[in-house]
Structure formats: C-alpha cells, structure tokens
C-alpha cells in the first residue's frame, strides 16, 4: 500500500462522516495563507475527537497546541451545553489565525485561547480544573511534562488523548536521536507506569502519512 491510496481511502470516509464546512475548510485554508505548518490532524481524526468528547458528555476540554485553531473547532463543538474550551499557544503569529477563525466560526464566547508556553500557562489552570478531555498536540519533547500536568487536572473518568505518537514508525526505535521520538518514547514509559490510567496506542495511516495516537482514561483522582 502506498501513502497515495492512504489520502484517497482518508478522503472517501471524510466524505461521507466528517464532511468540512466552511468555518474548518477556511481554517486550513488560513492556516496555508499565513505560512502555518500544515500539521492539523485530518478531517476523520477531528470527527473522532469530537465523537470522544461527546461520548463522555465534556462540560471541561483543554487543548494543548493550537495552531490555527483546526482541532479546536472541532472539539468546541463537541462540548455539552455551557461547556469552555481552554487551548494553549506558543506562537502568537498562531494564535491570531486561530483566534479569527473561531470568530469565523461562531465559537470565539465558548473558547478562551491562552498565549505563551505551555509549561508556564498550565500551572494557571489548576484553580480551573477538573477538565474532562484533554488533547495534546503540542512539540513531543515536553509531552511528558504535560501529560504530568494534565493528568493532575483530569476528573476520573475523563480522557486524554495524545497525537503524533508513531512518528512515522521512528518510535520503536530507542536509540533515535530525534528528540520527539525520545520525547514520545519518555512519555509512554511514564503513561505504562501511571496507575491512575488505563491507555492504547493506536497506528494510523492516511492524508497525514503514518502515525498515530494515545488515548488514556483517567481512572483515579491525582
């Protein structure tokens, strides 16, 4: 199998269960006009994010790297009825794309969009917690660190979900001197050890080539 057949099997399911409309299609399409990485998850990864967080009713969702804002409206829609989304955002230039497209999207009064590093923006949000979903997508060396901090603030019950956890199959690989892959490697040795949750690894393949994704219940109180 070829990546190309990957992208067309990808595109046949989006077409028929995670169709975009113009507030996501515009934020992709923002995101390539302003020089952002092209790195959002796909159209099906979205859906499944939001399936997940409407599976578990979230009220609470914290997301950890923006970017321009793709994810985000994905899983803002997913929150029940007087729900708030908290994303975190390093890069300003990003935070700004992001910010026009949840107005675009008529989601800017359920989400709040917090700018600057995510190891000094989180500890702000203790007092806020519990979150019940929470979904990093942020640079993999830190992932350890905030998986620790997320897990701290995550009701039981509730989800965590990492992305980008295959690395195009670099992740079995221990002696990789890819700071990513050791940052992914480091937080799936702490995620196996933590005995407040119950994770899987899942592989993927499509538009975004070969990676994939670690979802965590939260089963007892930090």
């Not at 992208?7 to 006009?33: H, I, K, M, P």
């Not at 949840?102 to 806020?128: K, Y």
């Not at 196996?192 to 007892?220: H, I, N, P």
Request: charged share 20%.
């Amino acid at each position: 199998m070829t990546e190309a057949v990957w992208t067309e099997v990808d595109a046949y399911f989006s077409s028929l269960y995670a169709q975009e409309d113009d507030a996501l299609a515009g934020a992709v399409r923002s995101g390539l006009e302003a020089g952002l990485p092209q790195i959002q998850v796909s159209p099906n990864q979205g859906k499944l994010l939001q399936i997940l967080a409407r599976a578990i009713g979230a009220r609470r969702i914290l997301e950890i790297g923006t970017l321009a804002g793709y994810s985000t409206i994905w899983l803002a829609r997913a929150l029940a009825p007087g729900g708030r989304l908290t994303t975190l955002e390093f890069d300003p230039k990003h935070a700004a794309v992001a910010a026009e497209n949840f107005a675009r999207a008529g989601l800017s009064d359920r989400i709040e969009l917090r700018v600057g590093a995510a190891l000094d923006t989180l500890p702000a949000l203790a007092g806020e917690a519990p979150f019940d979903f929470v979904f990093i997508d942020a640079d993999k060396e830190n992932i350890p660190a905030y998986f620790t901090a997320s897990l701290a603030m995550t009701r039981p019950g509730g989800l965590i979900v990492v992305d980008n956890v295959v690395r195009d199959g670099r992740v079995a690989d221990a002696s990789s001197e890819d700071g990513a892959v050791q940052g992914v490697r480091a937080f799936n040795a702490l995620a196996a050890r933590e005995k407040r949750v119950s994770a899987s690894a899942l592989q993927t393949v499509g538009a975004k080539g070969y990676d994939g994704f670690c979802v965590l219940l939260v089963e007892g109180a930090a």
